[in-house]
């Protein structure tokens, strides 16, 4: 950790290379070819169904891709032994679009099972960074409680506190405002900015909310439904400004034609 | 490399001291312990804390989780703080911990109950259980006299999906099962009954146990493992997934269209399954009278139709289909009362099979009574 410099070195943290994703001979996505860097908030956008969610499950290692290459800092994911794909496994933490926390346990177990797994820190230690962990999420004192008990909002800070459990230096979020009230989703993204800055950490966003894009985004791909791969990539605010491909533009500003430049 | 995690304390002028951190305060070193702070802070003359990143300073979550300890120290003495020399990102970090303040009451204690009060608690949750079966019995008896008068909605494609669920699908397992249990049946009679030269009465024997209660008996637990489980897990699946919620919303009961079709179709199935059940159990013990008792194939058959009754064929039908019917009941029930977690639906899983086996033997204990009382 230790913010040295964020957003300034351009050091790639994650490449895809000529990715194709597909189920059996069903392909949803072909030839994506996008870099994240160190420090960056990276996210990818496109309308429902065209297969955000499916790239972040590759990008994580949860699914294989059918054609292409998922680098971690040069190491294909694919292609490492299994001692290098855990190692890159223990760097990521992702929250999940509901928060996926462990409904047979507490909050404070939930948190406290990544850290008993991969550290030796005695339990005191475990328990001081749980209650930490949770404090940074705004759930200071909810250690006993079960996700059941909670509201779907502090679910997903929850989930969030599990997924920095480890302190992470690639952080994946899928959908992380949706159900969310327009204000707690505007928390939960300057959460995430504080997080980028205070950590030092990379952040991939799978989102379409607007608001969200523009207000953390410094990178991005868009991936089309209809032309089956990425039409355009790079700062959302310079591609609601420059992009002349009309889906983009429709999908940046909503469907509502602003005034022909 | 980095190195040991390592503390430098020191006084500067006036009433200060001067904490510097360096090294390798990550997960996995050990931490040195912060009793060396608040021993420097015993004499009272310390007003103030410099905190200072020091040389080498690699750090992660557990730093915060030190700096924690130390400012927990530092407030329970009324001495200041002062975290500027830290890392930028540390100092962001511990802000944001601290942004939102614990909820009051949201903590919870851990009281430790007395046993008596234990006792108490579970007499009133199975009263409360015991309310709720009641209820549910009702509004079932309520949905079947809907449907007795045609006035209840019945999903038919769900009814026959269901029908062939528990019916033809559990035919290999019955097979199976009641072939043994006729089987063991003959062993276990045929060994007593050699010593009488008796053997033809093994057909007797294997006949009406089987016929009567066993057949019923085993083809009841078999649905209760299998399609009871089922169904609890279904619905409660559907309840953690708020589809029963749905269902109520759209003006649909879910006794109607979830509980009604379930009900029947086993109520229907299961004499079935038992009647079959019984054929099997009646071949497990031909091959043994066969096998081992040297016994011909008309002289088993001719034995068994003489000593069981078309009225133990009823009885046992009549067991099956109640069976039928308790195990859907617990199967629906347990399901329906599922709370909305991984979890709840394990436990509701589990709840519906035992409750369907304990009730399969209660019933079959009370019939059993009834019948004696009756004389048949």
Same mark, same amino acid.
């Given at each position: 950790?230790?913010?040295?410099?964020?957003? #300034? #070195?351009?050091?790639?943290?994650?490449?895809?290379?000529d990715l194709t994703m597909a189920y059996g001979s069903f392909v949803l996505q072909r030839d994506l070819? =996008?870099?994240?860097?160190?420090?960056?908030?990276?996210?990818?956008?496109?309308?429902?169904?065209?297969g955000?969610?499916t790239?972040?499950?590759h990008?994580?290692?949860?699914k294989e891709p059918a054609r292409g290459r998922v680098?971690?800092?040069?190491?294909?994911?694919w292609?490492?032994?299994?001692?290098?794909?855990?190692?890159?496994?223990?760097?990521?933490?992702?929250?999940?679009?509901?928060?996926?926390? =462990?409904?047979?346990?507490?909050?404070?177990? #939930?948190?406290?099972?990544?850290?008993?797994?991969?550290?030796?820190?005695?339990?005191?230690?475990?328990?001081?960074?749980? *209650?930490?962990?949770?404090?940074?999420?705004?759930?200071?004192? =909810?250690?006993?409680?079960?996700?059941?008990?909670?509201?779907?909002?502090?679910?997903?800070?929850?989930?969030?506190?599990?997924?920095?459990?480890?302190?992470?230096?690639?952080?994946?979020?899928?959908?992380?405002?949706?159900?969310?009230?327009?204000?707690?989703?505007?928390?939960?993204?300057?959460?995430?900015?504080?997080?980028?800055?205070?950590?030092?950490?990379?952040?991939?966003?799978?989102?379409?909310?607007?608001?969200?894009?523009?207000?953390?985004?410094? #990178? *991005?791909?868009?991936?089309?439904?209809?032309?089956?791969?990425?039409?355009?990539?790079?700062?959302?605010?310079?591609?609601?400004?420059?992009?002349?491909?009309?889906?983009?533009?429709?999908?940046?500003?909503?469907?509502?034609?602003?005034?022909?430049? | 490399?980095?190195?040991?995690?390592?503390?430098?304390?020191?006084?500067?002028?006036?009433?200060?001291?001067?904490?510097?951190?360096?090294?390798?305060?990550?997960?996995?070193?050990?931490?040195?312990?912060?009793?060396?702070?608040?021993?420097? &802070?015993?004499?009272?003359?310390?007003?103030?804390?410099?905190?200072?990143?020091?040389?080498?300073?690699?750090?992660?979550?557990?730093?915060?989780?030190?700096?924690?300890?130390? /400012?927990?120290?530092?407030?329970?003495?009324?001495?200041?703080?002062?975290?500027?020399?830290? !890392?930028?990102?540390?100092?962001?970090?511990?802000?944001?911990?601290?942004?939102?303040?614990?909820?009051?009451?949201?903590?919870?204690?851990?009281?430790?109950?007395?046993?008596?009060?234990?006792?108490?608690?579970?007499?009133?949750?199975?009263?409360?259980?015991?309310?709720?079966? &009641?209820?549910?019995?009702?509004?079932?008896?309520?949905?079947?006299?809907?449907?007795?008068?045609?006035?209840?909605?019945? !999903?038919?494609?769900?009814?026959?999906?269901?029908?062939?669920?528990?019916? /033809?699908?559990?035919?290999?397992?019955?097979?199976?099962?009641?072939?043994?249990?006729?089987?063991?049946?003959?062993?276990?009679?045929?060994?007593?009954?050699?010593?009488?030269?008796?053997?033809?009465?093994?057909?007797?024997?294997?006949?009406? /146990?089987?016929?009567?209660?066993?057949?019923?008996?085993?083809?009841?637990?078999?649905?209760?493992?299998?399609?009871?489980?089922?169904?609890?897990?279904?619905?409660?699946?559907?309840?953690?997934?708020?589809?029963?919620?749905?269902?109520?919303?759209?003006?649909?009961?879910?006794?109607?269209?979830?509980?009604? !079709?379930?009900?029947?179709?086993?109520?229907?199935?299961?004499?079935? &399954?038992?009647?079959?059940?019984?054929?099997?159990?009646?071949?497990?013990?031909?091959?043994?009278?066969?096998?081992?008792?040297?016994?011909?194939?008309?002289?088993?058959?001719?034995?068994?139709?003489?000593?069981?009754?078309?009225?133990?064929?009823?009885?046992?039908?009549?067991?099956?289909?109640?069976?039928?019917?308790?195990?859907?009941?617990?199967?629906?029930?347990?399901?329906?009362?599922?709370?909305?977690?991984?979890? /709840?639906?394990?436990?509701?899983?589990?709840?519906?099979?035992?409750?369907?086996?304990?009730?399969?033997?209660?019933?079959?204990?009370?019939?059993?009574?009834?019948?004696?009382?009756?004389?048949?």
């Open positions: 950790m230790g913010a040295q410099g964020i957003g #300034n #070195n351009r050091e790639p943290v994650i490449a895809v290379a070819t =996008f870099t994240v860097n160190r420090g960056d908030i990276f996210i990818i956008m496109g309308g429902s169904g065209c955000k969610s790239l972040l499950r990008m994580v290692g949860l680098l971690y800092e040069g190491v294909d994911f292609e490492a032994d299994p001692a290098q794909r855990d190692a890159i496994m223990r760097r990521i933490g992702i929250l999940y679009q509901s928060g996926a926390l =462990f409904s047979s346990m507490t909050l404070g177990q #939930n948190v406290a099972l990544p850290l008993r797994e991969y550290t030796d820190q005695s339990e005191e230690e475990i328990q001081e960074l749980v *209650s930490l962990k949770l404090a940074l999420v705004g759930l200071a004192g =909810f250690e006993d409680y079960y996700p059941s008990e909670i509201s779907g909002g502090m679910k997903k800070r929850a989930g969030l506190a599990r997924a920095m459990a480890l302190d992470p230096d690639v952080l994946f979020f899928d959908e992380p405002s949706a159900g969310l009230d327009p204000i707690s989703a505007k928390l939960l993204d300057d959460l995430i900015l504080e997080l980028r800055e205070s950590l030092g950490a990379t952040i991939v966003v799978v989102t379409h909310e607007l608001a969200s894009i523009f207000a953390i985004g410094n #990178n *991005s791909v868009f991936l089309d439904a209809d032309a089956k791969t990425m039409i355009a990539s790079g700062d959302p605010k310079v591609l609601l400004a420059e992009c002349k491909d009309p889906t983009v533009h429709r999908f940046l500003t909503r469907g509502v034609e602003k005034a022909a430049p | 490399m980095p190195t040991e995690p390592r503390l430098e304390i020191s006084r500067t002028d006036g009433d200060s001291l001067l904490v510097l951190l360096s090294g390798n305060w990550r997960m996995g070193s050990r931490l040195p312990s912060s009793e060396e702070i608040r021993r420097h &802070l015993q004499d009272g003359s310390v007003r103030r804390i410099i905190l200072k990143e020091g040389a080498e300073l690699e750090w992660d979550s557990v730093l915060l989780t030190f700096l924690n300890r130390v /400012a927990a120290t530092c407030s329970e003495q009324g001495v200041a703080i002062s975290t500027e020399n830290l !890392p930028d990102g540390a100092r962001r970090l511990l802000a944001l911990a601290s942004a939102v303040p614990e909820r009051k009451g949201a903590r919870r204690s851990a009281a430790k109950e007395g046993f008596l009060y234990l006792i108490g608690d579970n007499v009133l949750q199975f009263r409360q259980a015991a309310g709720e079966m &009641l209820d549910f019995i009702g509004e079932v008896s309520i949905a079947v006299g809907r449907l007795i008068r045609g006035q209840a909605r019945f !999903p038919r494609t769900e009814f026959m999906t269901v029908l062939q669920q528990c019916g /033809a699908d559990t035919l290999p397992v019955v097979s199976l099962i009641s072939l043994l249990v006729g089987l063991i049946l003959a062993f276990v009679g045929a060994v007593q009954l050699r010593v009488f030269g008796a053997q033809i009465y093994v057909a007797s024997l294997v006949g009406i /146990a089987i016929v009567r209660v066993m057949g019923a008996i085993m083809t009841g637990i078999i649905v209760a493992g299998r399609t009871g489980a089922a169904f609890a897990a279904e619905l409660g699946t559907m309840q953690v997934n708020e589809e029963i919620d749905a269902l109520q919303t759209m003006g649909i009961p879910p006794m109607e269209f979830l509980v009604l !079709p379930r009900m029947l179709a086993l109520a229907l199935m299961m004499p079935l &399954l038992c009647l079959y059940a019984d054929l099997m159990g009646i071949l497990g013990g031909l091959l043994v009278g066969i096998g081992m008792l040297n016994l011909n194939t008309l002289e088993y058959f001719n034995m068994t139709r003489e000593s069981v009754t078309l009225t133990n064929v009823w009885i046992g039908l009549v067991h099956s289909a109640v069976f039928g019917v308790l195990v859907a009941l617990a199967g629906c029930l347990r399901g329906i009362q599922c709370g909305r977690s991984a979890s /709840a639906v394990g436990n509701a899983t589990t709840s519906a099979v035992v409750t369907g086996i304990v009730s399969i033997i209660v019933a079959t204990a009370i019939i059993t009574i009834i019948c004696d009382a009756l004389g048949i």
